[in-house]
């Protein structure tokens, strides 16, 4: 009766599959070929228009551009390059055939010429009226095989091409529907001395367009027949060991490894699949024990590096910025910043020797030993030799640290520094940076009752401190060459006044550039400090994650300072759009295959940009992903039905529209856009 029971259920539920199958292949083969119809028809111009486009370019390439003239014989020409004067006899099809031979696609060249003599070609229903451009030259004939040049361009595509320059739709070539780009030919003058056209047969496009469904609608119904078949078929033989595998995993999904291996015979794919199954489990388990130890190791540095920037926005005269980028092995890496006291501003740099945990813990160990010696008032010097010999105590692991650390006085800038076995850090005094030449002292923790010689030296305005661990100069190439000095200090004089996150975030990108297909093996940290006690910080920055998650963080931070600043408000509705489109567009384009960041600042204009004694707020975007101006994209046509108008570009519309001025430009690789708008 047991074994009736099994057998009746195993054959209801095979039916049931059946039925699911059918009933979801139906559906699914409906939806998808209704839904190819409909994407194929409402992009067949598009594709088509792109791909004009692109020929008409080629054209360009082949007869040249600018300085276009119609010589005395009335022969539309271009230096020595003559096209035609409407007769056969000077018709120059040359290039026209060399774009038909390489594209298939249809070419024509015109003259501008008066309008005494047009009439109506055809009756006034089913012909058309001619327009004041001639045909010169071209690459096809009329439907007869007749010569058609000498003939005349749609007077409504003539008057387009007058008021604007540019034409692209359907238009009438000798008696047949051709989809066509038109372009004028411009003089050195500027005036219209005529025009080239490229096309394809809408005839043709549509025929393409009709097989091109057909062939995906039999694919669609064969992949879902093989499809159906397959798992009917492997659910038959296998729903048992489908029902143990399932059961073995949820357990493994919920973090229970079950002692026990996943037990099945026979030679067939899931025999092999539990084989890797179990291979899995094993390596899980210790992924898990390992990677919880690098997750803790990851945390504990990320949690102990100060990373808000401005970094200290109620100080006036100096900023500073900061970036650590974990290699794959947790290490030990640390950078540090804080006020000894209201005047004096102390900024370290470390490198834990080893990996894992035990590197993590140690720099936390090493960073608050020197952030609590340097508070309590002591010298560079006297804070390296006290936490060198506390380190040294019960270190049997035998971990060292690696560190640079400065005193500086921000009223008169006054630098105070000690150097325990770190990289030299590069000094701009002046109109360039330098390596400072110290002979630096022993590593943290490597041997008791060393005492540290400080060196002293004095910034001015404009003046610069750049300082770096050794994953920045050791960074190599497949090849195995190191990044090195030389090219480090070629990079940041090469930008010696940009701001310090342009500079820090632009020689990643250099290293990145640099080492191409290789690994990450150790941290790349970097600090900057620009001292100018001269100047007063007025711009507040974010720096955040360019996702949909960051844009609350943006918004509010918008509005906070807009709200500081007294902005009516309706400024701040028009501005908040404007932000939420424009970081968005940062978002969704900047960074399409990694993940990246972006900064926005904002600030009150005092350089009277828009020329007004109104209040004016200035908002910066910058991203170092893809550059792209946004500026430059034709707005799109509103008086249209959105069916008919292009995809995108309305959000960068929307914004021009409502603020005041804009602004892109691209500062070494990165995506600058300034926007200003009048707030009271």
Not at 192 to 218: H, M, P
Not at 537 to 558: G, H, N, Q, W
Request: net charge negative; hydrophobic share 40%; charged share 25%.
């Amino acid at each position: 009766m047991e074994q009736f029971k099994k057998k009746f259920l195993i054959k209801s539920l095979i039916l049931k599959v059946i039925l699911v199958f059918a009933i979801t292949g139906a559906v699914l083969y409906a939806g998808i070929t209704i839904t190819i119809d409909n994407v194929l028809d409402e992009q067949e111009a598009a594709l088509v228009t792109d791909r004009l486009k692109s020929d008409i370019v080629y054209l360009g390439d082949i007869i040249g551009r600018g300085n276009w003239s119609i010589n005395e014989e009335g022969v539309l020409c271009r230096g020595k390059v003559q096209l035609g004067d409407g007769t056969d006899a000077t018709a120059n099809i040359s290039p026209f055939k060399q774009l038909q031979s390489k594209t298939e696609t249809f070419s024509y060249a015109f003259k501008k010429c008066g309008d005494e003599g047009l009439t109506w070609v055809g009756d006034q229903e089913t012909g058309y009226q001619q327009g004041h451009f001639i045909r010169v030259a071209g690459s096809t004939r009329d439907a007869q095989g007749k010569s058609i040049v000498g003939t005349y361009i749609d007077k409504k595509v003539a008057d387009v091409l007058d008021e604007t320059g540019h034409y692209e739709g359907a238009a009438n070539v000798a008696g047949r529907p051709i989809f066509c780009i038109y372009r004028t030919l411009i003089d050195k003058t500027g005036n219209v001395v005529g025009c080239v056209v490229v096309g394809r047969s809408i005839e043709e496009l549509s025929e393409q367009t009709d097989a091109a469904k057909k062939y995906i609608s039999w694919a669609l119904i064969i992949l879902l027949v093989i499809a159906s078949t397959a798992v009917i078929l492997y659910f038959k033989r296998t729903s048992d060991k489908i029902n143990s595998i399932k059961k073995y995993l949820d357990r493994i999904g919920k973090g229970d490894f079950p002692e026990e291996p996943l037990t099945g015979k026979g030679t067939d794919e899931l025999s092999l699949v539990i084989d890797s199954i179990n291979e899995m489990k094993e390596s899980l388990m210790e992924k898990e024990r390992m990677g919880s130890e690098l997750s803790v190791a990851t945390d504990i540095q990320a949690n102990m590096l100060p990373c808000i920037f401005p970094a200290f926005p109620e100080y006036d005269g100096f900023d500073i910025y900061a970036t650590m980028n974990p290699a794959k092995e947790v290490g030990g890496d640390f950078y540090d910043f804080f006020m000894q006291d209201e005047n004096h501003l102390a900024i370290v740099i470390a490198d834990v020797s080893g990996k894992g945990v035990p590197a993590a813990l140690f720099m936390v160990i090493a960073k608050t030993l020197i952030k609590n010696y340097t508070q309590i008032g002591l010298e560079p010097s006297q804070v390296f030799t006290t936490v060198n010999n506390i380190l040294c105590e019960g270190n049997e692991a035998g971990l060292f640290v690696t560190a640079w650390m400065a005193i500086i006085d921000i009223k008169t800038g006054h630098v105070k520094y000690v150097n325990a076995g770190h990289n030299p850090p590069l000094i701009k005094l002046g109109d360039k940076f330098e390596y400072i030449e110290q002979k630096p002292g022993l590593v943290l923790a490597g041997l008791e009752d060393i005492q540290y010689k400080q060196g002293e030296f004095d910034l001015k305005d404009g003046d610069r401190i750049y300082l770096y661990t050794d994953g920045v100069t050791e960074a190599t190439d497949l090849k195995g060459e190191l990044y090195g000095e030389d090219r480090l200090l070629e990079y940041i004089n090469n930008h010696v006044d940009d701001l310090p996150e342009y500079v820090l975030h632009g020689i990643r990108k250099d290293i990145d550039k640099f080492v191409g297909e290789a690994e990450q093996f150790d941290d790349i940290t970097m600090l900057m400090l620009d001292f100018a006690k001269g100047q007063d910080k007025k711009a507040k920055r974010l720096e955040v994650e360019a996702s949909p998650d960051s844009m609350t963080r943006v918004m509010k931070f918008i509005d906070a300072e807009l709200e500081s600043y007294g902005a009516s408000r309706k400024a701040q509705k028009q501005i908040d759009i404007a932000v939420d489109e424009l970081y968005s567009n940062v978002i969704n384009y900047a960074y399409p295959d990694k993940n990246g960041t972006a900064i926005v600042s904002i600030e009150l204009d005092d350089t009277n940009h828009l020329n007004t004694d109104e209040k004016v707020v200035k908002l910066i975007f910058v991203d170092s992903g893809v550059q792209y101006n946004p500026l430059e994209r034709d707005d799109p046509d509103i008086t249209l039905d959105v069916e008919d108008r292009g995809i995108g570009g309305l959000g960068i519309f929307i914004s021009k529209t409502i603020m005041d001025d804009m602004e892109y430009t691209n500062i070494n690789g990165y995506n600058v856009l300034t926007v200003y708008k009048i707030i009271e």
